[in-house]
């Protein structure tokens, strides 16, 4: 098939989906075309069936804000003729599938239908589509879709309670590639930081509010005062600044540190001992999965999607949103010495549930699906 993609282009979860999803296409011999205004940070550079196109964004002086959407759809349009795509599949309704609506609609006024799919992944649903400023357009595009997924059960109902969807809404989890996201023997690097065997807590997010991070650093406070400890906190964004200084005005920077956006996150990870995700929303928690890959447990909370992945008492334990003594609880149940190979051991095995080579094939029948249910011309 000849497949054009639509996400951003960031560190950002869907922006990682919606890139290694084109990847493991590109692997199986589809031809990935990925349509954003910047290359995608983890888009494989030198495959023969991955092509990546620049939305050109133009200004002009009446402009107070750059039109991205009309730009992003005039380029899908262009795309899906010249390349002849078989469908684009968009991740993250704002503003990507109003605009893939934009291009099919244009594309049928030149008797060609391509169909879109729109993955939603959560704060598209959760927080900014329902805001009253973007809500009639998300309604109506998911609606327009012809086809629309959601990355879990919570989330699709999410969808369905805040939006008057009239669309079918398929469930196709986050996945990972356990060839990448693997424990890689790095004891030097945790020799680095642990230099007296302190047990290594990790939080990755795009630091925003909706992430918590501040419960992250009060359970790693706590756990301080009652065993040797090391934070490290990857990833950049809005909060960033303030957390730093917190921490500092804390006096906790000899034992925390801030990495920034990391690429090779998994080198990080196969030295940690805990995971902490205590977010206020989190549709599924990729960053948790690519934990447990790496064999780390998660204390996370049981927002949204999170009970999908995290099993409680098994590959981690589950707090209500803010519920920090609980949090501490559990972590120092999961760092004992007698009980972390097992918590480690159980995080792989359900890592491994979410396999790229298991769901990649769930995403390829929904195509054949909606590419057979094309309407024929001049219908
Ligand atoms: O975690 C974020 O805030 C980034 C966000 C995004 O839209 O890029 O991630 C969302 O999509 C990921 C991939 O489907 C999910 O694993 C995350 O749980 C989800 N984040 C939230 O729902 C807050």
Same mark, same amino acid.
């Given at each position: 098939?000849?497949i ?7 560190f950002?979860?869907?922006g990682?989906?919606?890139?290694e999803l084109?990847?493991?296409?590109a692997?199986?011999?589809h ?14 550079l030198?495959?023969e069936?991955?092509?990546y196109h620049?939305?050109d ?23 899906a ?17 109003s605009a ?24 598209d649903?959760?927080l900014?589509g ?8 998300v ?5 327009? =879709?012809?086809g ?5 059960q919570? %989330?699709? /109902?999410?969808?369905? !309670?805040?939006?008057? $969807?009239t669309?079918q809404?398929e469930?196709?989890p986050n ?5 990448r996201f693997?424990k ?6 945790k ?21 918590r991070?501040?419960d992250?650093?009060k ?10 400890v090391?934070?490290?906190?990857i ?6 600044r ?12 000899d034992?925390i540190r ?6 090779a ?13 205590? =977010?206020e929303k ?6 948790? %999965?690519? /934990?447990m890959?790496? !064999?780390?447990?998660? $204390? ?10 995290n ?17 501490v609880?559990?972590a ?8 972390l190979?097992?918590f480690?051991?159980n995080?792989l ?12 094939p769930?995403?390829?029948a929904?195509?054949e ?9 001049n219908?």
């Amino acid at each position: 098939m000849k497949i054009g993609i639509v996400c951003y282009p960031t560190f950002g979860g869907s922006g990682v989906v919606a890139t290694e999803l084109g990847n493991a296409l590109a692997r199986q011999g589809h031809e990935i075309h990925f349509i954003t205004y910047d290359q995608p940070t983890r888009m494989a550079l030198f495959d023969e069936n991955i092509y990546y196109h620049k939305v050109d964004i133009r200004t002009y002086p009446l402009f107070e804000y750059p039109p991205y959407e009309l730009a992003l759809a005039s380029k899908m349009v262009n795309v899906a003729k010249f390349e002849q795509l078989d469908l684009l599949h968009v991740h993250y309704a704002i503003p990507h599938a109003s605009a893939a609506y934009m291009a099919r609609e244009i594309l049928k006024t030149q008797e060609l239908y391509v169909p879109f799919i729109t993955t939603l992944h959560g704060t598209d649903i959760t927080l900014v589509g329902k805001d009253e400023s973007y809500a009639p357009v998300v309604t109506f595009s998911i609606n327009q =879709s012809d086809g629309v997924t959601t990355v879990s059960q919570s %989330l699709r /109902a999410d969808t369905y !309670e805040h939006f008057e $969807i009239t669309k079918q809404i398929e469930v196709i989890p986050n996945f990972i590639d356990l060839t990448r996201f693997k424990k890689q023997q790095k004891e030097h690097f945790k020799k680095a930081i642990c230099p007296k065997g302190e047990r290594l807590i990790v939080h990755t997010s795009n630091f925003r509010k909706v992430k918590r991070i501040d419960d992250a650093i009060k359970v790693f406070c706590r756990l301080r005062q009652q065993i040797p400890v090391k934070m490290l906190l990857i990833g950049d964004g809005p909060e960033r600044r303030r957390i730093e200084q917190l921490c500092q005005d804390n006096d906790l920077m000899d034992d925390i540190r801030f990495l920034g956006k990391l690429d090779a996150i998994e080198e990080v990870l196969s030295v940690a001992d805990l995971f902490l995700m205590p =977010s206020e929303k989190e549709s599924f928690g990729l960053a948790a %999965l690519e /934990a447990m890959a790496c !064999e780390v447990p998660v $204390i996370s909370s049981n927002a949204g999607g999170l009970p999908e992945l995290n099993i409680h008492g098994v590959t981690g334990f589950m707090s209500d949103v803010g519920d920090v003594d609980d949090m501490v609880k559990n972590a120092l149940i999961i760092l004992q010495d007698d009980k972390l190979p097992e918590f480690k051991a159980n995080a792989l095995k359900r890592a491994k549930e979410f396999d790229v080579h298991k769901i990649r094939p769930l995403y390829e029948a929904m195509y054949e699906r909606v590419i057979a249910s094309v309407p024929a011309p001049n219908n």
